[in-house]
C-alpha cells in the first residue's frame, strides 16, 4: 500500500511497548536512532499514535491544569473569606496526592492522559472533602467562643476533637459512596475499560489516604493556626503553665541543685 503524509511517501514501523510509558520508550529509542541509524538526504523520522497524542495534551494540561488550580483556590477562597482557610483546605491535595501514586505504583499503571485526567478530578474531591472538614471545626470553635469556653489550648483541643468526632459520619458517606461509585471500574473488562481503569486509579488510592490523613493531620494544623490567634498574654501563661514543675515532680539531688 503507498501511504503518503505531508506530500512525503510514508512507511510505519508499529512497535508494541507492553509494560513501559510511551515517553520513556521514545526518549530511549530516539537516542538509539540517532546514535545508530544515519538517514539519507530526504528521509526524517517522526513518532505518532500513543506518544503523539500525549504530546498534544502534554501542551494543553500546561494550561488546563493551573486553570484549574486558580479557580479551586478562587472559589475556596470565596466560600471561606479566608486566604488561611484556604491554604489549610488545600491542603487535602497532598494527602490525596499519597495515596494516588501508591495506587497506581501497586497497580503497574504508568502516566498517561486517562492518569491526569484521574489527578485532576481528584482535586476537585480534595476541595469538597476539605471544605467540610473545616466547616465542622469551625462550628466546634465558634460554638465554644460563644458559651465562653475558649480560654486555654485545653479548651481548644477539646472544641477540635469534638468537631472532627462530628465530621466523622459525613466523612466517611463520602469515602463510602465514592468507592462504591469507583470499585466496580476497576473489575471491569468491556470495551474502554483499560481507559477508565486509568482514570478511576488515582481517585481510589487519594480517597483511602484523604480519609485517614485530614481525619488525623487536619485537627492538629487547624489547632496551630487557631492557637496562634490567641492573644499573646494567653498563650505565653499556658506556655508558663505547661512548663511549670510539681515540688514532688524535681529529681532528688544535692541541695544547691534543688534550691537553684
Known amino acids: ?38 538517514l539519507p538526504a530526504g528521509y526524517s523520522i517522526a513518532w505518532s499514535g500513543q506518544y503523539e497524542a500525549m504530546q498534544r495534551v502534554k501542551e494543553r494540561l500546561k494550561l488546563v491544569v ?14 471561606t473569606g479566608s486566604a488561611a482557610k484556604t491554604m489549610i483546605v488545600l491542603l487535602a491535595v497532598p494527602f490525596s496526592a499519597v495515596g494516588a501514586v501508591w495506587f497506581l505504583f501497586f497497580a503497574g499503571y504508568n502516566m498517561s492522559v486517562a492518569v491526569w485526567v484521574g489527578l485532576i478530578a481528584l482535586l476537585g474531591i480534595d476541595a469538597e472533602t476539605g ?8 462550628l466546634a470553635y465558634e460554638e465554644a467562643k460563644r458559651e465562653g ?17 462530628k465530621r466523622l459520619r459525613p466523612k466517611f458517606m463520602t469515602f463510602a459512596t465514592t468507592c462504591i461509585g469507583l470499585f466496580p471500574i476497576m473489575w471491569a473488562t468491556g470495551a474502554g475499560s483499560d ?6 486509579a488515582p481517585m481510589v488510592g487519594g ?15 487547624y489547632e496551630v493556626w487557631r492557637w496562634g490567634s490567641f492573644p499573646k498574654s494567653v498563650r505565653a501563661e499556658r506556655g508558663f503553665e505547661a ?3 510539681q515540688p514532688e515532680a524535681v529529681p532528688a539531688g544535692p541541695q544547691w541543685m534543688r534550691s537553684q
Do not use: Q, W
Open 207 to 221: 480517597i483511602f489516604t484523604s480519609f485517614v490523613l485530614e481525619l488525623l493531620v487536619y485537627p492538629a494544623i
Open 66 to 79: 493551573p486553570v484549574t488550580l486558580f479557580l479551586i483556590c478562587l472559589l475556596l477562597y470565596i466560600n
Open 149 to 165: 469556653r475558649m480560654r486555654s489550648l485545653g479548651d481548644l483541643r477539646e472544641a477540635i476533637v469534638h468537631g472532627a468526632a
Open 1 to 38: 500500500m503507498i501511504r503518503n503524509e505531508d506530500g512525503l511517501l510514508t512507511g510505519y514501523v508499529y512497535v508494541d511497548i507492553a509494560g513501559r510509558d510511551p515517553e520513556s520508550y521514545v526518549t530511549e529509542a530516539n537516542r538509539l536512532l540517532r546514535d545508530r541509524v544515519k
Open 195 to 200: 481507559v477508565m481503569k486509568r482514570i478511576a
Open 131 to 138: 471544605v467540610f472538614m473545616l466547616l465542622y471545626l469551625d
Open 243 to 245: 512548663l511549670a514543675l
